[in-house]
């Protein structure tokens, strides 16, 4: 069983930055995919961010070259590092990790861009 666990959200102005911090213990945390994913109100759940175990990267168009997605595997940490936000940008935020067929899923921690 993994634990997930967010914290770092909160409320921005527009063009700000944020630092997203999510923990999975309970696991080797270096196999784990790691993922953030968000939840606007009225909409899908969708991905932004994406790291593999190797330290690959994938993110959402709407928020390459805004975002970045690492990990540090020493503490078993993933981070959303969220700059230039955008109103649009305002969700819950979700920690998600990921080992072969199963799912974890963190709490949500909510960030909110004012315009």
């Known amino acids: 069983q993994v634990q997930v666990v967010e914290s770092g959200g909160g409320l921005v102005q527009s063009g700000g930055s944020l630092r997203l911090s999510c923990t999975a213990s309970g696991m080797f945390f270096n196999m784990l995919v790691m993922g953030w994913y968000r939840q606007a109100p009225g909409k899908q759940r969708e991905l932004v961010a994406r790291i593999t175990s190797g330290g690959s990267t994938n993110y959402a168009d709407s928020v390459k070259d805004r975002f970045t997605i690492s990990r540090d595997n020493a503490k078993s940490t993933v981070y959303l590092q969220m700059n230039s936000l955008k109103p649009e940008d305002t969700a819950v935020y979700y920690c998600?990790?990921?080992?072969?067929?199963?799912?974890?899923w963190g709490q949500g921690t909510q960030v909110t861009v004012s315009s």
């Open positions: 998600n990790a990921h080992l072969v067929l199963t799912d974890y």
